[in-house]
């Protein structure tokens, strides 16, 4: 059983940053792959972001790409999430996921990830 716990979120307006955290308990983080995703009111959850499990690799949803940097400190068991230049349509919660048997091929289907956190709001004002 993994345990995520997300933090960081709040209101800040256009053009600001955030930087999201997620620790994680339990099982050896390092061997999961990590992502973010995120939900809007009435629309369906949505992939953002994921890093490999050596953090050498990310990926990215296009809307995103250039703003976004994820990263991941296997010492602290926490992946991150800076959040620059934010728009009002980045306003969401936002949750931490966790894929033990994922293979990176798949990173964004919100199918492949055994475990998630409890998310965390992002409300971003114009």
């Known amino acids: 059983q993994v345990l995520l716990v997300e933090s960081g979120g709040g209101r800040v307006q256009a053009g600001g940053s955030l930087r999201l955290s997620c620790a994680a308990s339990?099982?050896?983080?390092?061997?999961?792959?990590m992502a973010w995703f995120r939900q809007a009111p009435g629309l369906e959850r949505e992939f953002v972001a994921a890093?490999?499990?050596?953090?050498?690799?990310?990926y990215y949803v296009d809307s995103v790409k250039g703003r976004f940097t994820i990263s991941r400190d296997n010492v602290k068991n926490t992946v991150y999430l800076q959040m620059n230049s934010l728009k009002p349509e980045d306003t969401a919660v936002y949750y931490c996921?966790?894929?033990?048997?994922?293979?990176?091929?798949?990173?964004?289907?919100?199918?492949?990830?055994?475990?998630w956190g409890q998310g965390t709001q992002v409300t971003v004002s114009s």
């Open positions: 996921a966790a894929d033990l048997d994922g293979n990176w091929a798949y990173v964004t289907a919100y199918g492949g990830y055994e475990y």
């Open positions: 339990g099982r050896s983080f390092r061997t999961y792959i």
């Open positions: 890093v490999s499990r050596s953090g050498g690799s990310t």
